[in-house]
């Protein structure tokens, strides 16, 4: 069997652009070429993130700047913010690194709410908090804003924000929402083979990194900012990560951000409206589904139809296409289909007539 196209949420399929970028000759990491390379996509990569900050590559998947994170910026406790196994997870990676850390806990398929936060740091004793805006293995998107809006009353509380897979999919504009770290790793929405994860760091983040200690070397903020001023990064990183990423970023830009956020929302819409024609119920509480997976109940909830997940991803894949049959503790109850990326009307069409096929075969 060739290739098996990619519809779950990450990594995504990568167009035959990307992977040609991907392929361009190598330069060095301390030459020229690269500077050049690092400081054209550097104003590309503030429009996207809406920041006058300087924007770091990091080549690791998102965990190590997750991870990072929290080792830069935690002195005293911080406060995991959960609602699925990425968020949940956070809060194991920071004891893990030995921090104090305290977790908010919501049903996995609710968003977080800022009134759950509020009532938490009200408590007093933490200095950061992490946030997952778009929880991947429940499709649900928390409202960024008012939680964003937070920050002027806790300015002392650091906000890191896991963008990963819903950054280039959805406006996020790091200034306005006062948010000290915001991370997207790549292989997600943009759409990139996996391996680089791009993020901003506040004034007031750099600040604190440079006070705590056991920051290590490799996700240290502090080399970060000094080596992005200088348009490179602390060490070597996977160049052609950088040359794909240039690429996609003049998609991007060709598109035009407005219009990628509109066929983002609007591919989800339909993946949502396909669902629930055919009998079934979404995961995500109304109203917080996520602009680029669909998380689908396999019809417990619904109490019409129930779908064997596996059995649905099994005969989808005969097709040449692969779902995902859930994640974690929600895996064989919910499938979820990935809109994200590079996908079209058409080529979710084609996703749809699939999954139409395989739900047939299975009366
Ligand atoms: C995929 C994902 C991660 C983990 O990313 P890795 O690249 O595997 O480290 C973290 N957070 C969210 C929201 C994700 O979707």
Redesign the pocket.
């Known amino acids: 069997m060739g290739h098996v196209k990619l519809h779950i949420p990450?990594p995504v399929e990568v167009s035959a652009k990307t992977f040609k970028a991907f392929c361009s000759p190598m330069v060095g990491h301390r030459g020229q070429g690269f500077k050049d390379l690092y400081a054209k996509i550097q104003p590309q990569l503030q429009a996207l993130l809406r920041t006058r900050q300087l924007v770091y590559l990091s080549t690791s998947?998102?965990?190590g700047v997750?991870e990072g994170a929290l080792r830069n910026l935690v002195a005293k406790k911080v406060l995991c913010c959960m609602c699925g196994a990425?968020s949940d997870k956070w809060l194991d990676v920071a004891r893990r690194c030995g921090k104090a850390a305290e977790g908010l806990q919501v049903e996995w398929g609710q968003p977080i709410r800022a009134e759950q936060i509020d009532r938490k740091l009200a408590s007093g004793g933490f200095d950061a908090l992490t946030l997952?805006h778009?929880?991947?293995s429940t499709g649900t998107m928390s409202p960024l804003a008012e939680i964003g809006a937070l920050k002027k009353k806790y300015p002392e509380v650091l906000f890191i924000v896991?963008a990963?897979?819903s950054l280039s999919a959805i406006e996020i504009d790091f200034e306005a929402l006062g948010i000290d770290v915001l991370l997207a790793?790549t292989?997600?929405a943009f759409a990139m083979p996996?391996g680089l994860t791009v993020f901003v760091c506040s004034p007031a983040a750099l600040a604190k990194a440079a006070t705590v200690g056991d920051r290590g070397y490799y996700f240290d903020f502090v080399e970060f900012q000094k080596n992005a001023e200088q348009s490179m990064t602390p060490s070597t990183p996977s160049i052609a990560h950088v040359y794909a990423l240039a690429s996609k970023l003049e998609d991007f830009f060709a598109e035009g951000l407005a219009a990628r956020y509109e066929r983002h929302l609007r591919l989800a819409t339909k993946t949502r409206e396909w669902a629930v024609n055919r009998g079934f119920t979404l995961f995500p509480e109304p109203g917080f589904e996520s602009v680029t997976l669909t998380c689908v109940n396999h019809g417990a909830k619904a109490g019409g139809r129930v779908v064997d997940a596996a059995k649905l991803q099994k005969l989808v894949k005969d097709q040449g296409i692969l779902i995902d049959g859930g994640y974690g503790k929600i895996k064989g109850t919910t499938f979820r289909l990935s809109s994200m990326g590079d996908e079209t009307e058409a080529s979710m069409h084609v996703l749809y007539e699939a999954l139409d096929e395989a739900l047939g075969k299975m009366g």
């Open positions: 990450g998947s998102a965990w997750m990425f997952i778009n929880e991947t896991d990963v897979s790793g292989q997600k996996p």
